[in-house]
Structure formats: C-alpha cells, structure tokens
C-alpha cells in the first residue's frame, strides 16, 4: 500500500503510487565516521556538504526511471544526469540544513523541477516549514512540493500550510489515518502560504 499522499488539482487529498525513486547514498565507512565526529553538528548548521566524496562516487543512480536525488550528488554528478533532467525525470531533495537559495543557483528556472522534495530527519526540525514556505513565496515554486522523512499525522495540516502539496508518510504510519488530518482545522487564524488570515476572510459587520 502507497504512503504517498498527494494533493490534486481541486486540493483533494489522494493515496498515489510513488513515480519517483528516492536515491539515496550509502552510509559512510567507519574511517568516515570517525573523521567526521564532532562536525555533524557543524555540517547541519552551515549548510556544508553531509556526504564524503566516497558516498558520492558510489551512489548508485537507477538507469532508467524518475530519480529524487540529493542536491548534493546533482551538483557532484550533474553531467550525468543532465539528458534525464532534460526530460522531467530528475527531481531534487533538499536537507533541512540546506537552502532555497542554493537550490536556485543551481537552476537558471527552479520551476523547470518538476519534484522539489524536502527531506526532515526528525519531525521536531521546524526548518522544513521554512523551506517550503520560502520555495512558494519568495522563489515562486509552483511544482510538486514533497515533504518526506520523519513526515508524522499530526503535522500534515501545517505542511500543506505551509506550501507543501504531496506528503510521504513514514512507512510505520497508515495513509489513509493521516489524510484526515489535512481538515483538522476549518478556519485556520494565522495567515499561511495556502490562505490569507481568518480576519480577512470573514466578514464581521
């Protein structure tokens, strides 16, 4: 059974199948981990690249298909992967520690992708409210925006609130549970990317 849920054009709620395939890198060697102790933090917070040069080098990219991939193995591989991008098959997964910005400058148009995915590790990293909020406002991404990762029930309604349109729920969690968390709310206050506030929608005279 799909975890993918999607929003369709009229903003309805689907249980898809996933298109695309995620890649994903694989786990550094244990001189790697060692050399790396300490700077994790580090790495999260300024944006640096997470993956070795050795990650990079052995991911494995499927040869045919759509690919979500890393940013930063487009930005190491991207000759490889330019022709597939050419045709729509390549989508770009962004890490809560890096940024919009970084993405843009990687493409002269972002809405030539047609996936931006961001990846959460843990549910209580806020920065992925951020990331898409900024990617639909201040970058005007109008393409599907995934949030993927430790992506929980409980937080879906302030995903889609804050631009986010298509939702990989975690694999221990049921779909079908957490489509109806996207009417938790009917009259949201605050102003959000998806509406403006409730005082401004409501006439009270």
């Given at each position: 059974m799909s975890n993918l849920i999607r929003l369709?054009?009229?903003?309805?709620?689907?249980?898809?199948?996933?298109?695309?395939?995620?890649?994903?890198?694989?786990?550094?060697?244990?001189?790697?981990?060692?050399?790396?102790?300490?700077?994790?933090?580090?790495?999260?917070?300024?944006?640096?690249?997470?993956?070795?040069?050795?990650?990079?080098?052995?991911?494995?990219?499927?040869?045919?298909?759509?690919?979500?991939?890393?940013?930063t193995i487009w930005q190491a591989r991207k000759a490889e992967l330019q022709a597939r991008f050419d045709t729509g098959d390549?989508?770009?997964?962004?890490?809560?520690?890096?940024?919009?910005?970084?993405?843009?400058?990687?493409?002269?148009?972002?809405?030539?992708?047609?996936?931006?995915a961001v990846f959460v590790e843990r549910f209580a990293d806020g920065r992925i409210f951020t990331l898409g909020n900024w990617l639909r406002t201040r970058f005007a991404?109008?393409?599907?925006?995934?949030?993927?990762?430790?992506?929980?029930?409980?937080?879906?309604?302030?995903?889609?609130?804050?631009?986010?349109?298509?939702?990989?729920?975690r694999a221990d969690r049921s779909a079908q549970e957490a489509v109806a968390s996207l009417n938790d709310f009917s009259q949201p206050y605050q102003g959000a990317v998806d509406d403006v506030p409730v005082w401004r929608r409501v006439n009270r005279t």
């Amino acid at each position: 059974m799909s975890n993918l849920i999607r929003l369709n054009a009229a903003g309805v709620a689907e249980i898809v199948q996933d298109e695309w395939t995620r890649v994903i890198p694989p786990a550094p060697g244990e001189e790697s981990v060692r050399k790396q102790a300490g700077k994790v933090v580090l790495f999260k917070l300024t944006g640096e690249a997470t993956f070795t040069p050795e990650q990079i080098a052995d991911t494995q990219i499927p040869a045919t298909g759509k690919v979500l991939v890393p940013l930063t193995i487009w930005q190491a591989r991207k000759a490889e992967l330019q022709a597939r991008f050419d045709t729509g098959d390549v989508g770009i997964v962004l890490a809560t520690h890096e940024t919009a910005e970084a993405l843009q400058a990687e493409f002269t148009d972002i809405n030539t992708l047609p996936l931006v995915a961001v990846f959460v590790e843990r549910f209580a990293d806020g920065r992925i409210f951020t990331l898409g909020n900024w990617l639909r406002t201040r970058f005007a991404y109008k393409n599907e925006l995934r949030a993927i990762g430790d992506v929980l029930r409980d937080q879906l309604f302030f995903h889609k609130r804050s631009g986010f349109n298509s939702f990989l729920i975690r694999a221990d969690r049921s779909a079908q549970e957490a489509v109806a968390s996207l009417n938790d709310f009917s009259q949201p206050y605050q102003g959000a990317v998806d509406d403006v506030p409730v005082w401004r929608r409501v006439n009270r005279t």
